[in-house]
């Protein structure tokens, strides 16, 4: 009988526990399981090469979260969606990433705890469902003890994306996460969940189905027991009936359903909410309300009986959720005032009168570093106010973070950050070159090619700036013959072409002809080139494909309805990628965001599906080989799906036969794939974590760069003359690096042999003629690269032609490249002298000896050191 009462006891726990809050989690989290394999290839690069950062931070990027320690209002907290965490301990005067080197690159929340703001909780995963392939997953819940040194995960890897996280205002070990899950799957893994003993364990202590998700969730307080949370029904779609707002008041053990005149129809969307601080039966949400026109979605309730009835707070619409609420529907309320509270959307609502009114915030906006945008930035992500001085804000939108000390009748925006999220980045020809790049809702910028300093403002300019100092700038490229003309697009297609020299642009957006009775449709991001055989010819494409020969004046439609496929499963809406051969005018491919791949061999007259052996998923890059004309590469990315898998392919007869050459890639997203122009078996590829490559055609792949924490490379382009790699990133700007050496290296092999390759000329800085002293931002380095077949320890010596050293280092050098980066500095001294200035030495204007010694290593070769050119080539060309 006991032996029966244990067999049920068991069964039922086994089956009960999860309703009771004891849930264990069995799915796993494919980043984090890549996420060995990229360490691992990581600590074994032999690709030591460096990234250059070129910024810019002169637009600045989305910001997901923003807090600061109210003791000590210096120290702020910024969360970018893709971009890290960073820390400032100085105002805002310099930031340092703090969340490098983890698995995670999504962020939706962070929190301080109340009783110790060293304690920070991250919810990793971003909480803005976008389908524009770099929607950022995350790998769970993670905490800091130490304001940011030392991170842990503390679980709940399949939460993929958090909504908020909310700690206890008296204990820091008690943590309510809202998860919002996988948001292009179902899963069971989402809701409310606590933690009561600092992440060691969590429970899930409020679950509706696989398709709701916890969205925000808020502490009284003045009464901790009492707790707010909205759910928000948002798979396969952005509303739902589940939909709603719960209430605990036994610290989250129970919760029931607050209904009593909140909406409940089946278009109930995303939901905010905000407590008061001093009485916990006065609540507020902001509501996406989408049972009525999608323009007039936004409305905010109040309840003041702790949610047993609710009352919409404003007779007049508030129009902040024009049809895109699902982005926004964050609610806060001034400490000290209850009356007063904020709504975020497109715009930031602000009323001091609980609600029955509302203005929207504006004000004077003064730039950390210059700008040309004048007004604030629109869509608002989150809100902190200061506790005991609520005239001081710190908001973050899709322009980054802007501090008010007067309530945003003034902000200061900090754009010195370097978390750029960039879609797509060109080059041109001109010397130096400039680099061009489209980003999320911070416009197409341009800018030289030179290293960022972070203690000055960046040589960067917009191309194109809309009315509210952004817009989502995607495809930017300039003219190759002519770079005063530069095409740029915006959302869905709407591409423009522009006179840098009189600062205007016309559209030149194609149409379908008239007796044309099919509709156009683009994805977001919709591709389009410039013909490397004539700067005048365009392709452009969406579900048709159009050509121009003179420059988008007029268009001619070139193909079918490309959605159509007859491979099962590929139901596309539009091009994610085209590409024309560089090495035969008019073979043209063509790939779809549900995987189809089209060639055409005739410029469009005829096309061939040659989808099979590709997976059913966003198909975003293609490079025709310069080597083979029937040699093509494509990268896959199923994001948008929730999947994670690795899809690089090759094909040898125009796409007939695909061949993956993922081999030791981790299992993570791939965004693009180039071939090396010079050398056909070097291949580069921009994934989830960073940039690696091959040098047998992707039988194996090393990470490239391994100094760059992990980051997500969204696309890559070579600078033929110069031969750098650019990569631009979806969360950290754009790198370069010069790819020279490995194809020196690789020209008929793996090398036999050490190697130091040609130093490239090295400038000295500006002089001021009144005191000989170092223009500090002149200053430039120069790299010192060479291979080793072994590890060891190095002396590197710079001679005069007599033999005497000018400087001299030492180095650990590690078997494969490695790259040291002098700044011309041969001395540095200090002195209590008042006037004293020569605190930095440089060598004279020369042709120097450099030598490399170690055991079994001595490479001998030389440096050339030239003066500056002058005050005059710091000249950048404006942007108006």
Request: with cysteine.
């Amino acid at each position: 009988m006991k032996r029966n009462r244990l067999f049920y006891w068991i069964l039922f726990i086994f089956l009960l526990a999860p309703c009771m809050g004891f849930y264990a989690e069995k799915e796993e989290n494919p980043l984090l399981q890549s996420w060995p394999q990229y360490l691992k290839l990581k600590r074994e690069s032999e690709f030591g090469l460096k990234w250059i950062h070129l910024g810019p931070v002169m637009n600045s990027a989305r910001l997901e979260s923003i807090q600061v320690d109210p003791t000590n209002p210096g120290t702020m907290y910024a969360a970018f969606g893709s971009g890290n965490l960073w820390k400032t301990e100085n105002n805002g005067l310099s930031w340092s990433p703090i969340f490098e080197n983890q698995s995670a690159l999504g962020i939706g929340d962070i929190a301080l705890a109340p009783s110790d703001p060293d304690r920070i909780w991250l919810g990793s995963g971003e909480s803005l469902k976008k389908a524009r392939n770099f929607t950022m997953p995350g790998t769970g819940v993670f905490r800091s003890d130490d304001g940011g040194k030392t991170w842990i995960n503390t679980g709940l890897p399949d939460s993929f994306h958090i909504g908020e996280i909310a700690v206890h205002p008296e204990n820091k070990d008690i943590v309510f996460t809202a998860v919002l899950g996988h948001f292009w799957t179902s899963n069971k893994n989402r809701g409310l969940y606590r933690t009561t003993d600092g992440g060691n364990t969590w429970e899930h202590v409020l679950y509706i189905n696989e398709r709701t998700g916890a969205n925000d969730v808020v502490i009284s307080p003045s009464d901790p027991d009492i707790i707010y949370v909205s759910m928000w029904e948002n798979y396969p779609g952005i509303y739902g009936r589940e939909s709603g707002v719960y209430k605990s008041s036994d610290g989250g053990d129970t919760w029931k359903r607050l209904v009593g005149g909140l909406p409940d129809g089946p278009k109930t969307g995303r939901i905010g909410l905000a407590v008061s601080w001093s009485d916990p039966e006065k609540v507020y949400a902001l509501v996406d309300n989408l049972n009525k026109k999608e323009h007039l979605a936004a409305e905010v309730y109040k309840t003041l009986d702790g949610g047993d009835t609710w009352k919409r707070t404003h007779d007049k619409e508030l129009l902040i959720f024009p049809g895109i609420g699902w982005y926004f529907t964050d609610c806060y309320v001034n400490p000290q005032d209850d009356e007063e509270i904020y709504a975020l959307g497109v715009r930031c609502a602000h009323s001091s009168d609980g609600g029955r009114s509302f203005h929207l915030l504006e004000g004077d906006v003064f730039h950390f570093f210059p700008s040309p945008a004048e007004t604030l930035h629109l869509d608002h992500c989150e809100l902190w106010i200061h506790p005991s001085n609520p005239n001081h804000l710190a908001l973050g939108n899709d322009g980054g973070l802007y501090v008010t000390y007067d309530k945003g009748h003034s902000w200061m925006h900090f754009n010195n950050i370097p978390a750029g999220e960039f879609y797509d980045i060109s080059v041109d020809n001109q010397d130096p070159y400039f680099v061009y790049g489209g980003t999320q809702d911070d416009s197409s910028v341009y800018g030289l090619s030179t290293e960022w300093n972070p203690l000055y403002s960046d040589r960067w300019d917009y191309v194109w700036l809309d009315a509210w100092s952004g817009g989502d700038g995607c495809v930017t490229i300039p003219d190759p013959m002519c770079p005063d003309t530069v095409y740029f697009s915006s959302q869905y297609g709407g591409i423009r072409r522009k006179n840098m020299k009189t600062g205007r642009s016309v559209s030149i957006r194609p149409r379908l002809p008239k007796e044309h009775k099919g509709e156009l449709s683009y994805t977001f991001v919709a591709p389009y080139i410039i013909s490397p055989h004539n700067h005048l010819t365009l392709y452009h494409a969406g579900n048709y494909v159009f050509k121009t020969l003179n420059r988008g004046d007029s268009w001619e439609l070139i193909s079918p309805d490309l959605t159509h496929s007859v491979s099962k499963g590929k139901n596309s809406s539009a091009a994610g990628a085209i590409a024309e051969s560089p090495l035969e005018p008019g073979l043209l491919y063509v790939g779809t965001d549900a995987g189809v791949f089209w060639v055409s061999r005739d410029d469009g007259q005829t096309w061939e599906d040659h989808s099979q052996g590709l997976p059913n998923t966003y198909l975003r890059s293609i490079c025709p080989s310069h080597h083979h004309k029937s040699r093509v590469y494509v990268a896959l990315t199923g994001i948008n799906h929730d999947e994670f898998q690795n899809t690089i392919y090759v094909s040898d007869d125009y796409g007939q036969n695909w061949k993956s050459i993922s081999s030791n890639l981790p299992h993570e997203v791939a965004n693009c794939i180039l071939e090396d122009p010079v050398h056909e078996h070097i291949l580069y590829a921009g994934l989830y974590r960073g940039v690696y490559v091959s040098v047998d055609q992707g039988l194996s792949w090393s990470l490239l760069g391994p100094e760059m924490a992990p980051t997500c490379i969204s696309d890559l382009v070579i600078q033929n003359r110069e031969m750098d790699l650019v990569a631009g990133t979806h969360g950290r700007g754009i790198y370069k690096m010069n790819i020279n050496p490995i194809q020196q290296a690789f020209k008929q092999g793996a090398p036999q042999e050490n190697i130091l390759f040609p130093t490239p000329k090295a400038q000295l800085p500006w002089f001021n003629d009144t005191h000989h002293d170092p223009r500090q931002k002149t200053i430039t380095k120069v790299p010192i690269t060479f291979y080793l077949l072994n590890d060891g320890e190095l002396t590197l010596e710079v001679k005069k032609g007599d033999g005497s050293i000018v400087y001299s280092k030492q180095i650990l050098g590690t078997k494969g490249f490695n790259q040291i980066r002098w700044n011309l500095v041969t001395h540095e001294k200090d002195s209590l002298q008042p006037y004293y200035i020569r605190y930095l030495r440089f060598p004279k204007s020369g042709n120097y000896q450099l030598f490399i010694s170690g055991q079994d290593v001595n490479l001998k070769g030389t440096i050339t050191i030239k003066k500056h050119p002058g005050v005059a080539s710091l000249h950048f060309r404006d942007s108006q």
